[in-house]
């Protein structure tokens, strides 16, 4: 089973991620830490502060993992990227946005960052991407 998990950053991806791959026996994967080590990125922009990812580079490399090992939990926010007939369940996380902000801040991202996530929460960016992809989406609301 190939489950991903997507969302905006600081929605609670990995804490969901993790709970599902506990639950199901499954492989928890941080595509981020894949995406460095492999240098699956352009380059490094610090306009966004970010790595700018090579998003056809990426879902190759994640082919290739899946065919080695079907039962994957994929945490990251480009894993909706992903061709749907790679994929099983395509979660997207979201949170409500003064809970998003303070965990944006509590990262110390800078106040353009932050702004710029919580435009993509707003027009719920990751959920509308996934369903252009093909994706079935399930929501999963971490907000306290």
């Known amino acids: 089973m190939v489950i991903i998990v997507s969302g905006n950053p600081a929605t609670g ?3 969901i991620a993790k709970k599902i791959a506990k639950e199901k026996k499954l492989e928890y994967i941080d595509v981020n830490d894949l995406i460095k080590k ?7 922009s610090k306009k966004d502060e970010s790595l700018v990812v090579d998003t056809k580079k990426l879902n190759s490399f994640l082919i290739k993992l ?4 079907k039962d994957v939990v994929l945490d990251s926010h480009l894993t909706h990227y992903l061709n749907p007939k790679y994929v099983d369940m395509c979660i997207i996380t979201i949170c409500d946005l003064k809970e998003l902000k303070k965990r944006l801040e509590k990262r110390k991202y800078s106040k353009e960052k ?5 435009d993509c929460e707003i027009f719920d960016v990751c959920r509308t991407e996934a369903l252009e992809a093909g994706h079935k989406v399930k929501i999963i609301k971490t907000s306290k």
Do not use: Q, V
């Open 66 to 69: 899946i065919n080695k090992n």
């Open 13 to 15: 991806k990995t804490t």
């Open 38 to 44: 492999n240098r699956l990125y352009s380059y490094y």
């Open 114 to 118: 932050i702004r710029n996530n919580l």
